[in-house]
């Protein structure tokens, strides 16, 4: 039941969840259904954590908010029906699918009044299951579009005007905003579930905000403001960007031209560097979390862009997300000591092999992760990713990573930005750069006449000179 058949028959169903990701808590005391549910839910783009026992998962719960609980009835320490049960009366707002080997009817309606919105009898078929989750999302999708439709129009914190939403994170929602004395548009992530705020979930969003308010720098998104509501939900003010994601730019045609990568490689690694010498990692660095500014945006008045590149430039880079980030100074352990099958923090094809062993992170994890992203951009492909998400995890651990000529003879490369990418990608971390500010000043000496990039490499050499004199 649990073969690669069944992760394939799961693939067929992607295309109709993909505008319904979700995060999910998978309490299942049968490991290999657990790892296989993970699995599959990651692959989908899904955010899934699996669990044993009940212990656990209400660690979890007081920690993380969750979209969908998927609880097998028959736990050894306790039983989903009890974990539901707590869970509604903590005042838990997410799906609940309860898993079962009970046919009676009886047990199917003793779990639907203890809080469950689905029931699913084991042997169950994949393609049933990820149709039962689908409609979970779209229904409490609806709920959630209905209470945000409330927020916008309105005056937030006595100051801010709630435009639209334009995004939705894993513990929250991120507003478009003005700031009414100041005329000023603005981002402002809010959370919205408050079962959370006595727990790891508070303590993950307070993080966030320190962190960005720690940074100053032209490539990072910059705060302007953060606190709690009246009504009791965490928020953070962040500077309001228009532009395209470095992912949207690889989507249509592939890589990119060296002469425009290189740059944008320059930026991230000055960005990040600035950040790990804070004590901050940011963990989870990928396409999709590179934003490349429009005119519009870059010249906006505060949004911190200005003296950071010459006039030449063609892409001004925001590096976002920073939900993940984790303090070195502190070694602070998000999970407190537990190992959760499927917990993801970073996204698989970007992680480091030490990242995917769930062992302590310094600068050099997000070295590699840069690296992953320079191969990508710079080929249109992703290093070593498997068709399911323990394949990749495994190939990161096991496989050495491949040369963007080999993977990409067609196109003709530097010799030193090969050997960059190389070295960034190392599997051990003692063989890659020591810092994001040795990466960057290799970066500058790849040769302007192969990257066709002239003038503009010499003017960010001359530029970054005398930043680090």
Not at 162 to 169: A, D, E, Q
Not at 193 to 206: C, D, I, P, S
Not at 304 to 321: M, Q, Y
Not at 379 to 399: D, Q
């Given at each position: 039941?649990?073969?690669?058949?069944?992760?394939?028959?799961?693939?067929?169903?992607?295309?109709?969840?993909?505008?319904?990701?979700?995060?999910?808590?998978?309490?299942?005391?049968?490991?290999?259904?657990?790892?296989?549910?993970?699995?599959?839910?990651?692959?989908?783009?899904?955010?899934?954590?699996?669990?044993?026992?009940?212990?656990?998962?209400?660690?979890?719960?007081?920690?993380?908010?969750?979209?969908?609980?998927?609880?097998?009835?028959?736990?050894?320490?306790?039983?989903?029906?009890?974990?539901?049960?707590?869970?509604?009366?903590?005042?838990?707002?997410?799906?609940?699918?309860?898993?079962?080997?009970?046919?009676?009817?009886?047990?199917?309606?003793?779990?639907?009044?203890?809080?469950?919105?689905?029931?699913?009898?084991?042997?169950?078929?994949?393609?049933?299951?990820?149709?039962?989750?689908?409609?979970?999302?779209?229904?409490?999708?609806?709920?959630?579009?209905?209470?945000?439709?409330?927020?916008?129009?309105?005056?937030?914190?006595?100051?801010?005007?709630?435009?639209?939403?334009?995004?939705?994170?894993?513990?929250?929602?991120?507003?478009?905003?003005?700031?009414?004395?100041?005329?000023?548009?603005?981002?402002?992530?809010?959370?919205?579930?408050?079962?959370?705020?006595?727990?790891?979930?508070?303590?993950?969003?307070?993080?966030?905000?320190?962190?960005?308010?720690?940074?100053?720098?032209?490539?990072?998104?910059?705060?302007?403001?953060?606190?709690?509501?009246?009504?009791?939900?965490?928020?953070?003010?962040?500077?309001?960007?228009?532009?395209?994601?470095?992912?949207?730019?690889?989507?249509?045609?592939g890589g990119l031209f060296i002469a425009r990568a290189v740059p944008i490689f320059v930026q991230i690694a000055d960005a990040l560097f600035h950040a790990h010498e804070r004590g901050i990692i940011h963990r989870d660095l990928k396409p999709?979390?590179?934003?490349?500014?429009?005119?519009?945006?870059?010249?906006?008045?505060?949004?911190?862009?200005?003296?950071?590149?010459?006039?030449?430039?063609?892409?001004?880079?925001?590096?976002?997300?920073?939900?993940?980030?984790?303090?070195?100074?502190?070694?602070?352990?998000?999970?407190?000591?537990?190992?959760?099958?499927?917990?993801?923090?970073?996204?698989?094809?970007?992680?480091?092999?030490?990242?995917?062993?769930?062992?302590?992170?310094?600068?050099?994890?997000?070295?590699?992760?840069?690296?992953?992203?320079?191969?990508?951009?710079?080929?249109?492909?992703?290093?070593?990713?498997?068709?399911?998400?323990?394949?990749?995890?495994?190939?990161?651990?096991?496989?050495?990573?491949?040369?963007?000529?080999?993977?990409?003879?067609?196109?003709?490369?530097?010799?030193?930005?090969?050997?960059?990418?190389?070295?960034?990608?190392?599997?051990?971390?003692?063989?890659?750069?020591?810092?994001?500010?040795?990466?960057?000043?290799?970066?500058?000496?790849?040769?302007?006449?192969?990257?066709?990039?002239?003038?503009?490499?010499?003017?960010?050499?001359?530029?970054?000179?005398?930043?680090?004199?």
């Amino acid at each position: 039941m649990f073969s690669r058949a069944w992760i394939e028959e799961g693939k067929i169903e992607r295309k109709g969840m993909k505008e319904l990701m979700a995060d999910f808590l998978i309490v299942e005391d049968d490991s290999e259904l657990r790892v296989r549910l993970c699995e599959l839910l990651n692959f989908q783009g899904h955010n899934a954590i699996g669990v044993g026992e009940g212990r656990s998962a209400w660690q979890l719960l007081d920690e993380k908010t969750f979209d969908i609980l998927i609880l097998d009835w028959d736990l050894p320490d306790t039983t989903g029906l009890e974990i539901c049960q707590h869970y509604r009366k903590s005042g838990g707002r997410g799906a609940v699918l309860l898993l079962s080997g009970r046919v009676r009817t009886n047990d199917k309606v003793a779990g639907l009044r203890a809080g469950a919105d689905d029931y699913l009898t084991k042997p169950f078929v994949v393609a049933e299951m990820l149709a039962r989750v689908e409609a979970l999302l779209r229904r409490s999708k609806s709920g959630e579009e209905e209470r945000l439709d409330q927020m916008v129009g309105k005056t937030f914190m006595e100051k801010y005007e709630m435009l639209s939403v334009i995004g939705r994170g894993g513990m929250g929602m991120v507003y478009k905003a003005k700031h009414i004395a100041l005329n000023r548009t603005l981002a402002i992530k809010v959370m919205l579930n408050t079962r959370g705020l006595q727990g790891g979930a508070m303590k993950r969003f307070e993080r966030e905000a320190r962190a960005m308010s720690m940074l100053n720098h032209p490539n990072l998104v910059g705060i302007t403001d953060f606190g709690t509501s009246i009504q009791g939900h965490p928020y953070i003010v962040m500077e309001y960007l228009q532009g395209r994601t470095l992912q949207d730019e690889l989507e249509p045609g592939g890589g990119l031209f060296i002469a425009r990568a290189v740059p944008i490689f320059v930026q991230i690694a000055d960005a990040l560097f600035h950040a790990h010498e804070r004590g901050i990692i940011h963990r989870d660095l990928k396409p999709s979390n590179v934003m490349l500014l429009s005119p519009e945006s870059v010249a906006s008045p505060g949004s911190g862009n200005g003296g950071a590149l010459t006039p030449e430039a063609k892409d001004r880079v925001k590096i976002v997300d920073l939900g993940l980030v984790k303090f070195t100074n502190q070694m602070e352990n998000i999970s407190q000591g537990l190992t959760y099958d499927g917990e993801i923090f970073g996204s698989p094809y970007y992680m480091s092999p030490e990242q995917a062993m769930g062992g302590l992170l310094d600068p050099r994890s997000d070295i590699y992760s840069l690296g992953c992203l320079m191969f990508q951009v710079l080929t249109g492909i992703v290093p070593l990713a498997g068709t399911t998400f323990m394949e990749t995890i495994s190939k990161r651990l096991t496989t050495e990573p491949p040369r963007i000529r080999d993977t990409c003879p067609v196109r003709q490369f530097p010799k030193s930005l090969e050997s960059i990418v190389q070295k960034a990608m190392s599997r051990d971390k003692e063989d890659r750069f020591a810092s994001m500010n040795e990466l960057k000043l290799q970066l500058l000496t790849v040769n302007s006449a192969e990257t066709s990039a002239g003038g503009f490499l010499a003017g960010l050499q001359g530029i970054f000179k005398k930043k680090n004199k």
